[in-house]
T-cell receptor
Framework: NAGVTQTPKFRILKIGQSMTLQCAQD?????MYWYRQDPGMGLKLIYY???????DKGEVPNGYNVSRSTTEDFPLRLELAAPSQTSVYFC???????????????FGPGTRLTVL | DAKTTQPPSMDCAEGRAANLPCNHS???????VYWYRQIHSQGPQYIIH???NNETNEMASLIITEDRKSSTLILPHATLRDTAVYYC??????FGTGTRLTVIP
């Protein structure tokens, strides 16, 4: 059981470039989440998904897009990278909706993104 | 939805109990309180959660006040490896800035 995996671990982008952060889980979890964490700050929810084909916005969705074509994968797309998107990005998953049940979130190791 | 507030930092001597408070005065009646911790820049790790009753597992204990407006995470015998940022969150998945616990040798 690999749990939640994220690729790449590190990435440097130039302003205006695009990229996709990959996230996969092998625990057959229905719910998946994307967070960003700026230096010295807590995590902020970007998007989440309650199952294949269903996504919804979190606290800070602007500048990002997501899709969920399979249960296992939940990629995060940055279309026009900006310096304000420099952050560490964490993906998480849970069987049911975290916070509204006894279920908990499992987090990936994160992707450190720098936009110059 | 509850937003939680926590002290920004705390110190604890190695081997002593670490008591980390969290205020969640706007929590609703059926909303769980969760605790996670983040060591260095790793992904957060689940510790414990509770609704009304006190809870204990192999990592920690959670004491929730009767009015559910606050809770305390207790690490009974803190070790150096418990140095981390501890987050208390509710159903809205708002992590806040957490409490940075430093365990001192």
């Amino acid at each position: 059981n690999a749990g939640v995996t994220q690729t790449p671990k590190f990435r440097i982008l130039k302003i205006g470039q695009s990229m996709t952060l990959q996230c996969a889980q092998d625990m057959n979890h229905n719910y998946m989440y994307w967070y960003r964490q700026d230096p010295g700050m807590g995590l902020k929810l970007i998007y989440y998904s309650v199952g294949a084909g269903i996504t919804d916005k979190g606290e800070v969705p602007n500048g990002y897009n997501v899709s969920r074509s399979t249960t296992e994968d939940f990629p995060l797309r940055l279309e026009l990278a900006a310096p304000s998107q420099t952050s560490v990005y964490f993906c998480a998953s849970s069987y049911s909706m975290a916070g509204a049940s006894t279920d908990t979130q499992y987090f990936g190791p994160g992707t450190r993104l720098t936009v110059l | 939805d509850a937003k939680t507030t926590q002290p920004p930092s705390m110190d604890c001597a190695e081997g002593r109990a670490a008591n980390l408070p969290c205020n969640h005065s706007t929590i609703s009646g059926n909303e769980y309180v969760y605790w996670y911790r983040q060591i260095h820049s790793q992904g957060p790790q689940y510790i414990i959660h509770g609704l009304k009753n006190n809870e204990t597992n192999e990592m920690a204990s959670l004491i929730i006040t009767e009015d559910r407006k606050s809770s305390t995470l207790i690490l009974p015998h803190a070790t150096l490896r418990d140095t981390a940022v501890y987050y208390c969150i509710g159903a809205n998945l708002f992590f806040g800035t957490g409490t940075r616990l430093t365990v001192i040798p």
